[in-house]
């Protein structure tokens, strides 16, 4: 999460220079798309070609060989048939370049990416339905896979242990508690950071490892309607939170965010994860821990959010999308209780398996 003063606050006429300079590119549009630590911009060229322009927050971009794997990240999965961005090279033929800028807070480094523009609507945008949600939990499952075939030299520098928004971290947000101070929602976190401490950290040595995108959140996923009307995804973004860490994480962020689109949000984590099961079965221990992790995943996003907001009030409403729904969901989600949701989300996704004929352990 970016301090005060490190996120980058460029105008369109300084991104625009950045796009002559570093690219010999010519803007004939050109405009700031939402962002949380970094900063974005949509760039239309006049030789014909979309790009976002990506300039990373000062703090994170004291890390190249972390973002370098990222971007390899990306290429690799593009090439694997994943349907991610990927970087173009500057005129020197680096795909990344650290420029010493000025955009108000005195000259700072910024690390400064050109990335391929994915056409498609972000899916909080879509008709959610089952068969997307199959398909947004398969596909989660298909990118860790590739992900995991992955090597480079640096690949190590994934391996994150003080991010904040690894599922492994939640008991960091102990420190971030103060932000709910009076309010009923802060009772709530308490006692699903106790439930993680007594059930899912006994359990970390039965989960398999893989690296995470992250991030697979609705607006993270782009999706198009294909000629029968279906939405299937034709885009995946950021990938500023890749980490090493377990497949049953990417599987809970992915049902957490899909939660936050559905108008009956129970019903969202059986279609996820008969879509996830279709690629990769869990485990028992994965199994037995997935709500935990789902709710874990709804107290790291709530409570994160409210910080960021003190940090920079002028972004609260990007920030506080999904915290708005979140709240009401994670306490009913909670109320309901682990085996009456489980019983829900194993007893659907075990009927839609059975229709495509996969079963998986469990059903």
Same mark, same amino acid.
């Given at each position: 999460?970016?301090?005060?003063?490190?996120?980058?606050?460029?105008?369109?006429?300084?991104?625009?220079?950045?796009?002559?300079?570093?690219?010999?590119?010519?803007?004939?549009?050109?405009?700031?798309?939402?962002?949380?630590?970094?900063?974005?911009?949509?760039?239309?060229?006049?030789?014909?070609?979309?790009?976002?322009?990506?300039?990373?927050?000062?703090?994170?971009?004291?890390?190249?060989?972390?973002?370098?794997?990222?971007?390899?990240?990306? &290429?690799? *999965?593009?090439? #694997?048939? =994943?349907?991610?961005?990927?970087? !173009? @090279?500057?005129?020197?033929?680096?795909?990344?370049?650290?420029?010493?800028?000025?955009?108000?807070?005195?000259?700072?480094?910024?690390?400064?990416?050109?990335? &391929?523009? *994915?056409?498609? #609507?972000? =899916?909080?945008?879509?008709?959610? !339905? @089952?068969?997307?949600?199959?398909?947004?939990?398969?596909?989660?499952?298909?990118?860790?896979?590739?992900?995991?075939?992955?090597?480079?030299?640096?690949?190590?520098?994934?391996?994150?242990?003080?991010? =904040?928004?690894?599922?492994?971290?939640?008991?960091?947000?102990?420190?971030?508690?103060?932000?709910?101070?009076?309010?009923?929602?802060?009772?709530?976190?308490?006692?699903?950071?106790?439930?993680?401490?007594?059930?899912?950290?006994?359990?970390?040595?039965?989960?398999?490892?893989?690296?995470?995108?992250?991030?697979?959140?609705?607006l993270n996923v782009l999706v198009q309607p294909n000629n029968s009307g279906c939405y299937k995804i034709c885009g995946i973004l950021d990938f500023g939170d890749m980490n090493s860490g377990f497949y049953i994480h990417e599987l809970a962020i992915t049902i957490m965010y899909m939660m936050?689109?559905?108008?009956?949000?129970?019903?969202?984590?059986?279609?996820?994860?008969?879509?996830?099961?279709?690629?990769?079965?869990?485990?028992?221990?994965?199994?037995?821990?997935?709500?935990?992790?789902?709710?874990?995943?709804?107290?790291?996003?709530?409570?994160?959010?409210?910080?960021?907001?003190?940090?920079?009030?002028?972004?609260?409403?990007?920030?506080?999308?999904?915290?708005?729904?979140?709240?009401?969901?994670?306490?009913?989600?909670?109320?309901?209780?682990?085996?009456?949701?489980?019983?829900?989300?194993?007893?659907?996704?075990?009927?839609?398996?059975?229709?495509?004929?996969?079963?998986?352990?469990?059903?």
């Amino acid at each position: 999460m970016a301090e005060k003063h490190v996120k980058p606050n460029f105008s369109p006429a300084q991104a625009s220079d950045i796009m002559m300079r570093l690219y010999d590119l010519t803007t004939s549009q050109i405009h700031p798309l939402p962002s949380y630590d970094d900063q974005n911009f949509y760039v239309s060229s006049t030789n014909g070609n979309d790009y976002v322009l990506k300039i990373m927050n000062s703090e994170d971009s004291k890390n190249q060989s972390l973002i370098e794997v990222q971007t390899f990240a990306m &290429s690799f *999965l593009h090439e #694997n048939g =994943i349907p991610a961005q990927t970087a !173009t @090279p500057a005129v020197t033929g680096q795909l990344m370049s650290l420029e010493e800028l000025d955009c108000g807070f005195g000259r700072q480094n910024y690390l400064v990416r050109l990335l &391929s523009y *994915l056409p498609g #609507n972000t =899916i909080s945008k879509a008709p959610v !339905t @089952p068969q997307l949600l199959f398909e947004t939990g398969k596909m989660a499952a298909k990118m860790d896979k590739v992900l995991q075939k992955m090597d480079r030299p640096n690949i190590r520098e994934l391996d994150r242990d003080g991010l =904040i928004w690894s599922l492994s971290n939640l008991l960091a947000l102990e420190k971030y508690m103060y932000v709910l101070d009076g309010e009923p929602l802060q009772e709530v976190v308490k006692s699903v950071i106790d439930l993680y401490k007594t059930t899912v950290v006994p359990n970390y040595l039965h989960f398999r490892k893989c690296i995470n995108h992250g991030d697979f959140n609705d607006l993270n996923v782009l999706v198009q309607p294909n000629n029968s009307g279906c939405y299937k995804i034709c885009g995946i973004l950021d990938f500023g939170d890749m980490n090493s860490g377990f497949y049953i994480h990417e599987l809970a962020i992915t049902i957490m965010y899909m939660m936050i689109e559905h108008p009956n949000p129970i019903e969202v984590g059986g279609a996820v994860l008969a879509g996830w099961e279709s690629e990769l079965p869990l485990n028992e221990a994965e199994r037995d821990c997935l709500y935990v992790l789902v709710l874990s995943r709804f107290c790291q996003s709530l409570v994160l959010a409210r910080y960021s907001v003190r940090m920079h009030p002028e972004n609260e409403d990007y920030l506080m999308v999904t915290s708005r729904k979140g709240i009401h969901i994670l306490q009913d989600i909670w109320k309901l209780g682990k085996q009456h949701v489980e019983k829900v989300w194993f007893n659907s996704a075990a009927q839609q398996l059975n229709k495509v004929g996969i079963f998986c352990f469990g059903s």
